[in-house]
């Protein structure tokens, strides 16, 4: 039996489409299913999908228009999927070659509900990636999902079918920070989640995408609150501040004006400066280059700059 599915939502991703799929092509573990679903393109995306597909038999095609990315993930995953063990991946997103390889060996320890790797940030050249994420030592819990997002992005986690049907799948009422609420049903309903301490996905950040918008993230993160409560977990002031420090590294990232990563910055220190220190290094370079943005050129802080 194929051992993964990979859900691929697509909308107008023509430019970074082909490489995301070649990353997949290219994995060590052949044995997987891609399931694109198409929210209705409207540049080349679909025939890029249909040529994809009449070469390689594992790529599979789907349209569901209209609907946005939570849709088409609960629609690959719930309706189309066959697999035991179904992973994400977006359509700017690239994968590193092992990674479903490692995925298989960590999936074979029964107790493993879902799993998820370290991730590199670029923006156009994926070898040209300085800086990784982390990932704790401890399975995932929802304090830490309320701080920092140790998962990130979608591309980066897989999960076994029975822990994914018992979340109900993807709040399709939400457009940011869906995966955040997901993740925190997906750990409250039981599932062990565990770090792999392996870089898996390559991050292509945009200044345009969805969680380019800060405030909005901001916003989306309320509801995922809300869900922690029904969970018996409530934000402190010390992941608040862990929270809108990552808001202010991302804004330095981005780009995103000269005043908003030091508002975030702020935020985070009067929330609690314990919190936004927690991880020293990070907190003196985030303060310091939120005051230095006004100064420093745009393309400089991006760089020096992650999450």
């Known amino acids: 039996m194929t051992d993964f599915s990979i859900i691929i939502p697509c909308y107008n991703a023509a430019r970074t489409l082909q490489a995301t799929l070649k990353s997949i092509q290219a994995q060590t573990c052949g044995d997987w299913e891609v399931i694109c679903v198409d929210d209705g ?11 994809a597909s009449a070469e390689d038999p594992r790529i599979q095609v789907h349209r569901n228009i209209g609907k946005g990315p939570s849709s088409a993930r609960n629609c690959g995953a719930l309706v189309f999927s066959s697999c035991d063990v179904i992973a994400f991946c977006d359509a700017d997103d690239i994968w590193g070659p092992e990674k479903l390889s490692q995925l298989k060996d960590c999936f074979a320890n029964p107790d493993v509900d879902a799993a998820f790797g370290k991730i590199a940030f670029f923006q156009d050249d994926p070898a040209m990636a300085k800086t990784f994420s982390t990932v704790p030592g401890a399975p995932l819990s929802i304090p830490m999902l309320l701080g920092e997002n140790p998962v990130c992005t979608m591309s980066n986690i897989a999960v076994r079918r029975t822990a994914f049907m018992r979340t109900g799948g993807f709040d399709e009422t939400l457009v940011h920070n869906e995966d955040l609420e997901w993740l925190i049903r997906l750990v409250g309903t039981g599932a062990h989640v565990i770090g792999i301490d392996k ?14 918008d800060l405030r909005a993230m901001q916003k989306g993160r ?7 409560a029904l969970y018996g977990h409530a934000p402190t002031s010390h992941s608040d501040a862990i929270f809108l420090r990552y808001l202010s590294r991302r804004a330095l990232r981005l780009g995103h004006g000269r005043g908003l990563p030091l508002i975030f910055a702020l935020q985070g220190l009067l929330r609690s400066p314990a919190g936004f220190f927690n991880a020293p290094r990070r907190g003196l370079a985030t303060l310091a280059g939120a005051l230095l943005a006004p100064v420093l050129p745009a393309r400089l802080s991006q760089h020096l700059f992650s999450r």
Request: proline fraction near 0%; hydrophobic fraction near 40%; charge should be neutral.
């Open 222 to 228: 309320a509801c995922a609150v809300r869900t922690a």
């Open 41 to 51: 393109s409207t540049d080349a995306t679909l025939e890029m999908l249909h040529a």
């Open 199 to 212: 870089c898996q996905t390559w991050y292509r950040t945009s200044h345009y995408g969805l969680s380019a």
